[in-house]
């Protein structure tokens, strides 16, 4: 009776220590943490009395910086380094901050960080998949800002990611001096004699802690900088896509040789010089008559693994004869019973498995397909490349058009013997030339991937 009574005794006191304990989890409701997030968030946003420095690195490559200011009347104002327009001319478009599950800011009028979205290539830069570069303009905040926001921290810097694509948007107060320079268009001022210098010098270099002069490539249109250098006959590299700054260009990630790394690199105006800081000095990048490492020890290698021909009549580097023969081949697409229009040609080289493999975009009407044509190859001692048609050498697409493509393939790319060049040309920048051995009038160029 006795045990009995201790356990009905026991249940009263559980069931009474339920009932009084009646605390939430948390405090307030969801909605109302979610709308003092944002509020606390425009605050930061607006609180930043000169605005913004941003970048971002979209997935479609390369680097894009930003100065912002927002204002509480949901404007915010931009300069970008996407173009020459984007770095000289301030801009104002709308911004607005909503709970979609969580604290999103929302670019919601067309302004300069839609352009790397924008799903038309001329414009964004991006292929022809609608896509652009696959960058954000709608940004989630993420937890730790979100807990630095609620307990009223100061918010110097910060990271928010893109909701559709991933992208991180990083931003860093400015100071004053800063917002006088980007509205005064002081980032194009850097941004054009940057360009300027590497169309001008070819051929770059760095020696980091040894005396091995390593490859310096800068793409200021691509955004991409590569770090290379040659032991034993083989090519090594770093690569990181970058974005200019009011200083120089900012790497989305340090490139490294021998244990060394950096991940800035400054320019010089007075002394017209491309520099980086290292182990507390100035190493300045240096200008060499010749190429450091030949094109065909790097093609293959990262920054170099295609070379990527414009759909265009004529192009630098293009000899008559290649533009004569490339617009054939197209009249008889256009000509054929599927009525195909050549569109961009991508030569793309494995060094690893000796293979080349030839990608042309047609399109039927508005719809746009890939025709692939796949080589293997040898190459000698000095570079002389012989490209022999795999099996099957076309996809079905490429099939479909293999006789019309003759011109090009069967009569010179699977004939011939050919070797590789650079090109430096002041408006394309830094292109890869195939040039026939047997037929010295053939050759044709494109951009590196």
Known sequence: MKKHLFYILCLMAVLASCKKDSTRV???????????TLTAFQQALTAAPNGWKAVLYPKGGGGYSFWMKFNNENRVTMVSDFDDETSTQVKSSSYRLKSLQQPVLIFDT?????????PTPSISGGGNDGRGLSSDFEFMLLEGLIDSLSKGLPIDKMSLTGRFNGVVISLTKATAAEETAYQNGELFDLM???????????????NIGDEKKLQVSLDPGRKNFSLGWEIGGVVYSSNSPFAFTLNGIQLQK??????????????DDAAQELYINLDGKRTVVQVSP???LPLHLVIGTTGFSSILLPAAGTFPGWSTDFSTRRSAAAASMLAGPYRLTMGRMEFEFNSSLKTMTIWLEIFQGTAGFIATFSYTYTKTQAGEFKFTPADPAANGNGALIITDMA????????????VLEYL?????????VIKSVEHSDFSLSGYFL
Do not use: C
């Open 290 to 292: 010749t190429p450091i």
């Open 192 to 206: 054009l004699p940057v360009a300027q210098y590497v169309s001008t010098n070819t051929y770059l270099f760095l």
């Open 407 to 418: 011109p090009l393939l069967t009569q010179r790319i699977n004939a011939d013997h050919f």
């Open 110 to 118: 067309y302004s300069y960080i839609h352009l790397l979205a924008d």
């Open 424 to 432: 430096n040309d002041v408006n394309e920048g830094n292109l890869g």
């Open 254 to 267: 340090p490139v490294e040789y021998n244990g060394k790394s950096f991940s800035e690199m400054f320019w």
């Open 26 to 36: 948390f405090e307030e409701k969801a909605d109302v943490r979610v709308g003092k």
